[in-house]
């Protein structure tokens, strides 16, 4: 929903989900498809975006802390 929400706002995402059938990717012109224990894949999420945020509260606080140290992450880790 929020990807939607930026689309209509001219903000492109990037959305990052360990599910390849994630309804999400319909919605995005860039996904990454990966475990959230990942930092080969997280590091290159974060280095494709500006900015991260999240609306899936299960989201390990570990990924959070490794993402904040390298993007501004909303709402923090």
């Given amino acids: 929903m929020l990807s939607l929400a930026a689309s209509k706002l001219g903000m492109r995402t990037h959305i990052y989900c360990p599910d390849a059938n994630s ?3 319909e919605v995005t012109p860039h996904k990454t498809v990966a475990a ?3 930092e080969v894949a997280l590091a290159a999420f974060a280095d494709a975006v500006d900015v991260i945020t999240y609306e ?3 989201v390990p606080a570990a990924t959070a802390e490794f ?5 501004p992450l909303r709402p923090g880790a």
Avoid: C, G, S, T
Avoid at 67 to 71: P, S, T
């Fill in 56 to 58: 899936f509260e299960n």
């Fill in 23 to 25: 309804p999400a990717f």
């Fill in 67 to 71: 993402l904040a140290a390298r993007k």
């Fill in 36 to 38: 959230y224990d990942d």
